[in-house]
């Protein structure tokens, strides 16, 4: 199995849901704060590998959710300076397993990547579900 550095956003649901299946799998998860890790654009870049700059972002996040920022508008180097200025505005979460990287958590993907014990079903367990006043997915 597999050690990730899981870049996530402290308290917010879906990253600990996300975690949880990672350890069901049989992974070492190491959490850490992608808030206040000092991102570099080279290496933060590396984790979107060829995903189109619209899936390199959070949007769930306030700029994106209200208007303020539109993804589809925005070249490679824009995205970067953006993300590095107001990490909010990553996708999450970012994981590392040795030198591959991944940028979001579709199950399959992931399963392709490092494998995850099979659950039976196949669930959304990247969207914020909001399910309650308490959920904390970065929406501020």
Same mark, same amino acid.
């Given at each position: 199995?597999?050690?990730?550095?899981?870049?996530?956003?402290?308290?917010?649901?879906?990253?600990?849901?996300?975690?949880?299946?990672?350890?069901?799998?049989?992974?070492?998860?190491?959490?850490?704060?992608?808030?206040?890790?000092?991102?570099?654009?080279?290496?933060?870049?590396?984790?979107?590998?060829?995903?189109? *700059?619209?899936? &390199?972002?959070?949007?769930?996040?306030?700029?994106?959710?209200?208007?303020?920022?539109?993804?589809? +508008? =925005? #070249?490679?180097?824009?995205?970067?300076?953006?993300?590095?200025?107001?990490?909010?505005?990553?996708?999450?979460?970012?994981?590392?397993?040795?030198?591959?990287?991944?940028?979001?958590?579709?199950?399959?993907? *992931?399963?392709? &990547?490092?494998?995850?014990?099979?659950?039976?079903?196949?669930?959304?367990?990247?969207?914020?579900? +909001? =399910? #309650?006043?308490?959920?904390?997915?970065?929406?501020?």
């Amino acid at each position: 199995m597999a050690t990730v550095h899981f870049y996530e956003k402290p308290g917010c649901a879906s990253n600990t849901r996300q975690k949880k299946l990672l350890e069901a799998a049989g992974h070492r998860v190491v959490a850490l704060d992608i808030l206040t890790e000092p991102w570099q654009e080279e290496r933060l870049r590396s984790f979107f590998g060829e995903l189109p *700059v619209r899936d &390199w972002f959070n949007y769930s996040a306030p700029p994106i959710k209200y208007g303020e920022i539109d993804p589809d +508008r =925005l #070249s490679e180097q824009q995205a970067l300076a953006l993300m590095l200025e107001n990490p909010l505005l990553i996708r999450r979460p970012l994981m590392q397993a040795g030198d591959s990287v991944m940028a979001g958590f579709d199950q399959q993907a *992931v399963d392709n &990547w490092i494998g995850l014990q099979e659950t039976g079903t196949r669930q959304d367990i990247e969207s914020c579900p +909001r =399910l #309650s006043a308490s959920t904390n997915c970065g929406h501020d």
